[in-house]
């Protein structure tokens, strides 16, 4: 499905943080270009964010490092070396007469780097991730990216067109690899390594029944994701309401965008950082701050217990993951202060609960995508209750405004009075509970009050304006840059840490 007329895909910078990488990539191992001429090109382009470069540089150099002990090692087992294949493996399958869907094609591909041995016995597939390798993937995603490697023929697709079978090798390979790597640390696993009778087995196993589910779908799934639909323009959801950051848009078209309240709070704080955290998502392997780990563990306890029905009568346990033993007992205090006022407890079985449910609404204007993801959302009387949990050391000034210090307050009354998520409105109500380790306060916002829409729709704008027009990310620098994931590639930031 494409749109009419075609949407604007320009980018004033590159969005995707492994763009660059595999384009040196290619040009290294497609194209026999040396490893400083590829970078030079790179950093030559004009296309890329300063940041990004500099992480881009350093990840394919990582990448290449990683190959190298993976050869060593294939050379270890006594197994044959490989190279890179430039055409992506494809398995196509065709039908004379439409099926039950009206479809007559099918084409399945893995995205990545592919390798094979000179004879064709062996290919390997390598999943590139940003920051580090993930050996967590899904059992169907490994699954079927190994049945695409072990079926797949070489083919080409041009932009919106079929995949097409270009000259390569069409063997069937004896074995296949599928290998992650983490392009910002560079360490590597191999996360299969079967014989092609086993990866036919995986497929069957765990990779066909989940692509059977995605097939037959139909239920609509909005989010950010939508930002990438051909057929948003068309489609019932997300609710669309028009200027509802209440700025203008860019001087020129651009692609389509989503945002958030903490990408808007992040782009109000350093550009450079939000460009290099939010939309590449490019991350430091320094160790987070004791804040940050409690928190999470908070919520992660919090998620868990609600979406089984409350938390009042559940016993808090003896400690929490991923802490440490001198940050136990904060976090604790905090889940015990929770439980003395769960906004769940009592709440009739007949009510809806739904824990961090993605919420979207579309703003035709702007074209952006507008995603918040509360806390916990449930119906009381006919209204939607969204409830926000933060933790925290010390109580606030005073006389801070509330939507101000909590931007996602005021994102909240503005999807609420567009009628996202729904529910009657005068019984809507946001809540914001903040635990401390020796007490909690619990804060109310009516979201039909016109003059709390009034003040939510001035502070949304004011950080919305500068976000919809930037299209340099430039650093901002302050105290905040010893926290920043992201001070490792952003030379203002490294220069104001040092000059301090």
Request: net charge neutral.
């Amino acid at each position: 499905m494409a749109q009419t007329p075609p949407r604007p895909r320009r980018k004033p910078v590159e969005d995707f943080a492994l763009g660059p990488v595999m384009t040196a990539l290619d040009a290294i191992e497609l194209n026999g270009a040396d490893v400083a001429a590829a970078l030079t090109a790179m950093r030559k382009s004009g296309k890329l964010h300063a940041g990004h470069t500099s992480w881009a540089e350093s990840a394919v150099l990582c990448y290449l490092r990683a190959r190298e002990r993976t050869e060593a090692e294939r050379r270890a087992l006594g197994r044959p070396g490989t190279r890179a294949v430039r055409a992506q493996w494809t398995e196509i399958r065709g039908r004379e007469t439409p099926d039950g869907r009206g479809a007559t094609r099918y084409e399945r591909t893995a995205w990545g780097r592919r390798y094979e041995s000179a004879d064709g016995t062996e290919r390997e597939l390598w999943l590139l991730s940003v920051n580090s390798v993930k050996e967590n993937r899904p059992a169907a995603e490994i699954a079927e990216a190994a049945a695409v490697a072990a079926a797949g023929i070489p083919a080409q697709a041009a932009f919106q067109d079929i995949y097409r079978p270009v000259p390569g090798n069409t063997r069937r390979p004896d074995r296949i690899r599928i290998i992650g790597v983490g392009c910002g640390s560079g360490d590597h696993a191999v996360l299969a390594d079967w014989d092609f009778t086993e990866a036919q087995r995986q497929f069957e196993l765990h990779a066909k029944p989940v692509l059977g589910r995605v097939v037959e779908g139909d239920r609509l799934n909005p989010g950010s994701s939508c930002t990438r639909c051909e057929g948003l323009v068309g489609c019932e959801l997300p609710r669309r309401v028009p200027g509802l950051l209440g700025v203008p848009g860019p001087r020129r078209p651009r692609k389509r965008r989503s945002v958030s309240p903490t990408d808007l709070r992040i782009h109000a704080r350093c550009p450079a950082q939000f460009h290099l955290t939010r939309v590449l998502h490019l991350s430091s392997s320094k160790a987070e701050s004791e804040a940050i780990r409690r928190g999470r563990a908070v919520d992660d306890w919090l998620n868990e217990q609600h979406g089984e029905g409350g938390c009042r009568d559940v016993p808090l346990p003896d400690a929490l993951p991923r802490l440490s033993e001198d940050e136990q007992q904060a976090a604790l205090s905090m889940l015990a202060q929770h439980q003395r006022a769960c906004p769940l407890d009592g709440l009739p079985p007949s009510e809806t609960v739904r824990v961090q449910e993605r919420l979207s609404a579309y703003d035709p204007e702007l074209d952006v995508v507008l995603i918040a993801d509360p806390d916990l959302l449930y119906t009381r009387s006919g209204g939607w209750i969204w409830h926000e949990t933060k933790t925290a050391a010390h109580r606030p000034w005073e006389g801070q405004e509330l939507m101000a210090a909590h931007p996602q307050l005021a994102f909240a009354v503005l999807m609420m009075s567009a009628g996202v998520p729904g529910g009657d409105p005068r019984r809507s109500l946001i809540e914001l509970e903040v635990l401390y380790e020796d007490g909690a306060r619990c804060e109310e916002i009516d979201p039909g009050d016109p003059d709390t829409q009034a003040a939510a729709r001035r502070i949304i704008a004011g950080l919305a304006g500068p976000w919809a027009v930037d299209e340099t990310y430039a650093p901002a620098t302050g105290d905040h840059c010893s926290g920043c994931e992201a001070a490792a590639h952003c030379a203002a930031g490294r220069s104001y840490l040092e000059a301090r």
